[in-house]
Structures are given as structure tokens and as C-alpha cells.
């Protein structure tokens, strides 16, 4: 089964004979998550994004020629070069890029890259142009620092948050310089700014969109946009999500949904190299409907969430970050990763959170398992009194299961047994 990458070692034709179609875009979104200053050309219209003395110093410096993608062909600069949870792929994909025929006369310019610890923002952006005949401008999804993901989080209780209203700014200030046609994109919480910034978009650049490129990114905060909101380019929008999709099932958007079936399992799912591609039709194989286990998911999410108020959910965001803080994780894939490195190292936080922090965590997983075995009972035809009493039983043992650890692994630091070198049984 050919996926992403294939796409891109196959097709040579120019975009004068094959039109640009979703999979090109993906393939773009990927080339949105390097870390590339001082090859592309900054943005120079940089006010409203950063401080004045970079603004002044963007101003006065020599204009630099948009590069191209073999110009980022610089391995003293890989260590450090290549982002996001897929990062060997990424930087396979840069090579292809550079070596094929339909995508290497493209050229990069109008680099912007952000990360503000103290407003909790991280946000970059690239403008990719082919000839004079269209731009793609793609968002980047989020890194694995710690702040790109606490930003996630903080769009389930705030709205906007700094990266949607960057992305709105920036396709505004590039927008008068590029060709008349234009897309744009993005991965992950990238395709949630692309979103964000064509709704927030003037007018007079709502009509220049031809398509709007949303990758298994998630949706708003309940009541930010209406139907009437989306009115204008809804029917531009093309949003994609994997088939067991975690990311792009969650919050509220009303961006046209297809789904496409993934080789991966799990959160493995949320990499776009993993979707199945159709090469005939030049777009992703597609299901005909969401599988029952995601809607179900899906349903599951919405309930948990909407048992918080804003202000419920901005605490637990930030005991859980609190206890990230003090885990010893160096960025977010040590979580993510999973497996025994993340389990010691949510051990670490539980033991390192004062008492307050811990409860608001502890309680929001209990929740969660009390409202999953609600749904799962519901949809296996039980009672709903019954599923009350499973969901509220689960959600107890849960609970004393996980104090009942945190108190061992008090007692093991206390009696001078480290964590780290117990034998598991």
C-alpha cells in the first residue's frame, strides 16, 4: 500500500498538468515543522509578533532570495533541524523535496518562528511559492517543547490563544505580496491555525483561498465560531483525520471531515506518512464513515470535558503541567512516547506535586474512566442505571488504585528503596 512519502519519490509531474491536491499539501506541512532560520528569509514585516528591535533590525538588513528546499541541505544543521514526533521522516521528506521535479523549483520565504515561555505560545510559519502562479503558506503543528503543548492544552478553557491570532496576523501581512492564488495548511495544531486564520481572514483574502488544508487538527472551544462564521469558506475547507484519530476528534469545528485508514495504531495514527495514499486519484484512500470505536472516543471526550467550566479546566491544566514541571522530563515526547521511562516519570511528578496539584489530577482521571465505562455500557445495551453504577464503582477503584501506588511509592522513598531499581514482578 503506497503512503506520503511514496507520493513524493513518484510524482514528477509539474503543477501546470497536475493540479495542487491535498496530498501535496500534506507533503508541505511536513516541510512547515524545520527549524529553518537563517536559510529561509525571515518575515520582514515582523510588528505585532516581536519585540521592536527586531523589527528594526528585519527592516534595515539586505534582502535575502527565497530558497530552495536543497539550500536546507545543510547536515551541520540537522541535530537541531527537524521537529514534531515523526522527525526521521520529516527530514526523509526534505531530501525528497529537494531531488523531485514537481516540488523543487518551489521556493521559501517569509520564516517566522516564535516561542514565548512567558505568554505559553509557540508558533511558526512558512510561505512556499511556485512560480507566479500560487502560494502555499503552511502552519506549523506542535513541537515537543514543553510550552507548544501547555498551549494545546490551553485551548480547551481559552480562546484565542496566541498561536491562532499569530496565524491570523500572518496570513494577513503576507498575503498582499504573494500571488493572487493561495492555499494554506497545516498538521496537527497547525491544520487548527490554518482553520482559525481563513474564518479570521479579511474579506479580500477569503476569496483568494482556493483550499484550506486541515490534517487531523482539532477544533475550538465551544462557541468561538458559528455556522455563520464558516459560511464564507466552508466549502473550500478539506480536513482529514486518521481512522482511530485522538486529535482531530477533539473540540468543535465544521470543516467538511474525511477519513482516511492508517498502517499505525494508536496515537502513532496522528502521522500523516501513515495514511493510506491513492496515487490514481492523487489523494488519501478514504473510509466511508468514522469507525465506531473513534466515534465513541469522540463522544467519550465531549462528555469528560463538559463536566469542567473554564475555570475547572484551567486548573487541571495547570496541575498537570505542574507535575510535568517536576517530573524530569526534558520535553513533551517523554510522555508521549509512553512506556516505562513515561511511567517513572509520572511517578516522579505524583511524588513531587504538593497534595492540592495531585487531587485535581487524580480526580480528572477518575472522571474520565467513570464517563468511558459509562459510554461503553450504554453502548453495549445496558441500563442506564447500571452504567451509573459501573461508571461510579470503576471510577473508585480507579481512584484508590492510583492513591494506593502513590502511597507505595511514598513509603518505598521513604524506607530508602528508589523507585528506579525495584524489580517489577
Known sequence: MPYLLDYLDTEFAPFEREPFNVLDAAVLTQ?????????????????GFADVRT??????????????FRELLRAEDFPTMFTGLDPDRIKQCLFSLAASPRFRDMTARDYLSLLDTERETQFAAVTLVYK???????????????????????????????????????LETVAPHLPRRLFIGGHSKGGNLAEYAALKASPAVQDRLEKVFILDGPGFKDGLFAAEDYAPVVGRMHKVIPEGALVGILL????????????????????????????????????????DATKDTAATLRVWLDRYDDAE?????????????VSGAEDALDFLAGGPHALGLLTNAALRVD?????????????????????????????????????????????????????NAIDRVQSGASPKNRRLP
Do not use: C
Not at 528585519?58 to 535575502?64: D, K
Not at 487541571?316 to 514541571?325: G, T, Y
Not at 461503553?376 to 461510579?392: C, D, E, F, L, S
Open 252 to 291: 468543535d469545528s465544521l470543516a467538511p471531515l474525511r477519513v482516511a485508514p492508517s498502517s499505525a495504531k494508536g496515537i502513532a495514527q496522528h502521522s500523516v506518512f501513515t495514511w493510506e495514499v491513492d496515487p490514481e486519484a492523487h489523494d488519501f484512500r478514504y473510509l466511508d464513515d468514522l469507525p
Open 355 to 407: 497534595g492540592a496539584d495531585r487531587a485535581l489530577v487524580f480526580d480528572a482521571v477518575r472522571s474520565f474512566v467513570e464517563v468511558s465505562a459509562a459510554q461503553a455500557a450504554a453502548n453495549a445495551g445496558q441500563a442506564v442505571q447500571g452504567a451509573a453504577i459501573t461508571a461510579q464503582a470503576v471510577g473508585e477503584v480507579v481512584g484508590e488504585m492510583i492513591g494506593e501506588a502513590v502511597g
Open 313 to 325: 479546566r484551567e486548573q487541571v491544566v495547570e496541575a498537570l503541567f505542574r507535575a510535568i514541571d
Open 31 to 47: 516541510f512547515a515543522m524545520i527549524r529553518s532560520k537563517g536559510v529561509i528569509p525571515a518575515l520582514r514585516e515582523r510588528a
Open 55 to 68: 523589527v528594526v533590525r528585519n527592516a534595515l538588513g539586505p534582502r535575502r532570495k527565497p530558497a530552495r
Open 132 to 170: 507566479n502562479d500560487f502560494a502555499f503558506i503552511g502552519f506549523r503543528g506542535t513541537d515537543t517543547s514543553r510550552t507548544g503543548w501547555k498551549e494545546d492544552f490551553n485551548m480547551t478553557f481559552s480562546a484565542p490563544v496566541p498561536a491562532q491570532e499569530h496565524a491570523a496576523r500572518y
